[in-house]
């Protein structure tokens, strides 16, 4: 099955400065990946998604870049705040409503 | 917006009893989930529903657990004799058809 890596397992950044999460996948098949955040003791809560017809996806301060060829993608958040910190899924799922992999997850601290 | 419902919040069972958490969907929705998270852990897929039937289940997903939609509301996640491994925060979900998920708040099941 679908198996997600996610790097690095924390981050710490300054306020105001961007954030880089990376995920890698390895079902060629997934076309759909959505990143999540949870905050302790909430569900997840969808932030962004991007399927595999488009490389790039942006939403304000978050943006999505897919890079199919290499199987991984990434989550750019620029102009961190405290309220940033949580920690953040990636996901990997051949669409279709198949099951969502998960990653480990990356606990992010933004330093205020 | 809309939301899904999950009761109770928080159970404690005793291994070996049988415990029923429950869902309701996003009304439209027709594809409906159990993921379930052990603390520090990364979100397991459990099962998807649709049609009135399984349509994909986990290795975890075994004879113990069951899923039901009993009327046109509900979506209920039984194990039948919990085992102290068992305890976590199970999130119910649901989505169209094609992505769009949304996660219901949880239950933290605790055996004892």
């Known amino acids: 099955g679908e198996n997600v890596e996610q790097h690095p397992s924390t981050l710490s950044v300054q306020e105001g400065d961007s954030a880089v999460i990376k995920c890698t996948y390895s079902?060629?098949?997934?076309?759909?990946f959505p990143w999540y955040k949870q905050e302790l003791g909430k569900r997840p809560q969808l932030i962004i998604d991007i399927r595999s017809n488009v490389g790039e996806k942006k939403d304000q301060r978050i943006a999505v870049t897919l890079n199919k060829t290499a199987k991984h993608f990434s989550l750019h958040i620029t102009e961190t705040q405290p309220e940033d910190s949580a920690v953040y899924f990636c996901?990997?799922?051949?669409?279709?409503?198949?099951?969502?992999?998960f990653g480990k997850g990356n606990q992010v601290v933004v330093i205020p | 917006e809309p939301e899904v419902t999950q009761t109770p919040s928080h159970q404690v069972t005793q291994m070996g009893q049988e415990v029923i958490l429950r869902c309701v969907p996003i009304?439209?929705?027709?594809?409906f989930y159990w993921y379930r998270q052990i603390l520090g852990q990364k979100v397991e897929f459990l099962v998807s529903?649709?049609?009135?039937?399984?349509?994909?289940k986990s290795e975890i997903f075994d004879d113990q657990f069951s899923v039901e939609r009993p009327d046109g509301s509900n979506f209920t996640l039984k194990i039948r004799s919990t085992k102290l491994e068992d305890s976590a925060m199970y999130f119910c979900?649901?989505?169209?058809?094609?992505?769009?998920?949304?996660f219901g708040s949880g239950t933290r099941l605790t055996v004892v």
């Open positions: 979900a649901s989505s169209e058809v094609n992505y769009g998920y949304t």
């Open positions: 009304s439209n929705h027709l594809y």
């Open positions: 079902d060629s098949a997934s076309n759909y």
């Open positions: 529903f649709y049609n009135n039937e399984i349509s994909e």
């Open positions: 996901a990997a799922s051949k669409g279709g409503n198949n099951r969502l992999a």
